[in-house]
């Protein structure tokens, strides 16, 4: 109880320090809680920076105004709602006086006393608001830029300075109201058919929406979010992949426009492209027009280029110059196409009803890494959050900010006892885990540090000799692949296929021992003893077979298409030259099960757990040995062909390494005895007759089946080996 009670003490003797020691520090307090406030992002918003240098490094042309009205127009038929274009300029500001509801009240102060009503004279009639700051600089038109949706009510205000992580939405001049240039688009965006503003707060009634209410500071600004550091975490689309696809249209007509004067759409049986992009360009300013026509447009695109017209075309001359230049135009035609839809369906989907604001930068990191409270700070950035948290309705205010950065530190300061009194018992508790795990953890997956945690009392890390299976693949051919590829192709290749190889084996439950070039050791059974460690390594080994066919269709596919995002451009490049060469992937396996011994072996620093005895070797040599046979299975070694007997069709190939003291035994898997494959289980049955025979020095009624087993699976290259090596021995 006593301890207890100085918990209590502790816990309220902080609470009370936080508060007398950070409610004096407002400015620090609001800096300090604003930066780690998470804000509600709202996908409505999208901020699009515009970089000088980006659009000169992709070879685009710099911000104009015509140019950038064709980006408004073409954001606008993808789906956006409204945009605000911050060029950094002064204070641009909006009227909206029509929307504020200009309430009136009476100073007058009414008490009763006794049930009389005694009434306390004033001023007759004062507004409510008396925090909205009065504009004091001429208002310019900007007519001459597209600020916003609505850029004939907008004006240049010249800057108002507000409190370091503030922002005014609304202004005063004449007894006229303006808006923040962001403020005035998100009203356009919500369709805001009234707004009251007190001093208190403001509240914005859109239609058919519920009220949203944005709380104000004792100055009648808001208190904004702290924006992050870098832009491209917002949700963003670059300016580039707007004016990329702007100019793409154009380039896509003027190449359309070509192949009309070559006579490309005669006799087109549909309507004529040409013609609805030319309409569309007529119909600008309306944009629900323009957008069908562009509809139509790609509709009617669509048709042309689905082969009926080549065909067509193809079938009116007869010279084969003359068809090979259709069948090229048709092909860069289609490609510029593909290109065009995929960039539009990106964007769309992106700006749909959304509110986009354009930011100017003159670098798109460098500008972004200020402090909002740096006067150098992009106002375009403040938009974005100014925007984000309206539509989020995520708003707080600066006494808000001292109660959470108090609760925030005592709850810190609780949190970090707790955590000390678990750590220390954690400890005392868990000494031998805790060894295991580091010594482990360096050379292991995690999927197998669950199994340590959970095996941790019969765990060492010491060398251990146990039962295993070792499993040891590479790629068969791998050196003519290596000869096709440069040295940084070949690495992101590799890197592809043992990263999918790797996924396969921990899933399987094995630890990757080793990687040697495209080789991979694996070890089953060890150090966790698996009693099943045989038919483990081998359902994984069939398992990475199927991970072949899945490698030969990315190098089949993949090239056909332009290079996905996030794709590696070496590997991209791998995969075209692989296919153009007709190269397909086998891989080579071999299975070793015996006692293993293996261990974390390393200095204090770096420890791998690593296979200690020749075991991977003998691995290796199995899996090596395929290639001499001309066999693509999976090949075991005598052990683990026993505990297989039961679960897979196995044929007998017989010793290895027979002029040594350890000959190996071994054998392939043909597949699964649960396919019920009775051709398959014949031919094993015969196959094996036929190794017995030649093993007890019958060659010749050996000789008889293998040739009979040959012409019924002439792609067999394993009984053709056998043939030639009887024929050899006699």
Known sequence: MKKFSVLIAVLVAGLLASVVFFAPCRHLVMVSVQKILSAQESHSVVLVPIDDSALQKLGLPTLNAKNTSDILLLIRELGAQSFVFDLNQKNPVVKIDSLVQKEEISSEKQASLFNIKIVIPGKEHVFSDTKTPELSHTLFPAHSFPLTSFSDDAFLAGNVKTHAGCRNLIYRKNNAYYADCTFASVLAFLDAQKITISDREIEIAGKNQKNRTIPREK??????????????????????????????????????????????????????????????????????????????????????????????????????????????????????????????????????????????????????????????????????????????????????????????????FVVILLFLLLMLHIRARSQNLIKAENSFSQGVSSVFLKKIRSHHTNLTVDAQKSESSVLAVSISGVQMIENLLNESQF?????????????????????????????????????????????????????????????NADIHVYPKSPKIDGMNDDLYTAFYILNHNERKISTRIGIYSSEVTAACIGSKDKKSFRI?????????????????????????????????????????????????????????????????????????????????????????????????????????????????SINSLE
């Open 491 to 551: 690495v992101a290749f590799l890197n592809y296929y043992l990263e999918k190889i790797s996924a396969v084996i921990t899933q399987y439950g094995g630890i990757v021992e080793s990687y040697r070039n495209d080789e991979v050791i694996s070890l089953f059974g060890n150090p966790i003893f698996d009693e099943a460690h045989c038919v483990t390594s081998a359902l994984c080994a069939l398992a990475i077979k199927d991970i072949d066919r899945e490698i």
């Open 219 to 412: 100055d009648g600004s808001i208190l904004l979010k702290y924006p992050a550091s870098v832009w491209n975490g917002y949700n963003s689309l670059p300016f580039t992949d707007l004016l990329s696809l702007s100019t793409a249209e154009k380039n896509f007509f003027d190449y359309i426009s070509l192949m009309d004067k070559k006579g490309f759409f005669g006799e087109f049986d549909g309507e004529n492209p040409i013609e609805l992009y030319k309409t569309a360009l007529l119909a600008q300013n309306n944009l629900l027009e323009y957008r069908a026509l562009k509809k139509k447009f790609y509709s009617a695109m669509s048709v042309f280029l689905s082969g009926k017209q080549e065909r067509v075309l193809t079938e009116s001359v007869s010279d084969e110059e003359s068809k090979k230049t259709i069948a090229n135009m048709f092909i860069t035609c289609r490609r510029l196409f593909s290109e065009i839809e995929t960039a539009r369906a990106k964007i769309s989907e992106k700006c749909a009803d959304s509110l986009c604001i354009f930011a100017l930068t003159a670098d798109s990191r460098a500008d972004f890494t200020k402090s909002p409270y740096d006067t150098k700070f992009p106002k375009s950035v403040e938009s974005f959050v100014l925007a984000n948290m309206i539509l989020s309705d995520d708003f707080f205010s600066s006494s808000t900010l001292i109660i959470a950065f108090s609760l925030s530190f005592l709850c810190l």
């Open 612 to 724: 200690t005895d020749d075991s991977w070797k003998k691995a290796v040599y199995i899996k090596d040995f395929s290639k001499k046979l001309g066999v693509s299975g999976v090949l075991v070694n005598e052990m683990t062909a026993e505990e297989l007997k039961e679960a897979a069709v196995l044929r007998k190939i017989g010793k290895i390494l027979e002029n040594s003291e350890e000959s190996l035994v071994i054998y392939e898997i043909l597949g699964s005895k649960k396919d019920d494959d009775e051709k398959l289980w014949n031919y094993t049955l015969y196959w094996n007759q036929a190794i017995e025979l030649k093993e007890n020095g019958e060659k010749e009624k050996a000789l008889a089946i293998f040739q009979k087993l040959s012409a019924a699976r002439p792609s067999d290259k394993l009984a053709k080996y056998f043939i030639k």
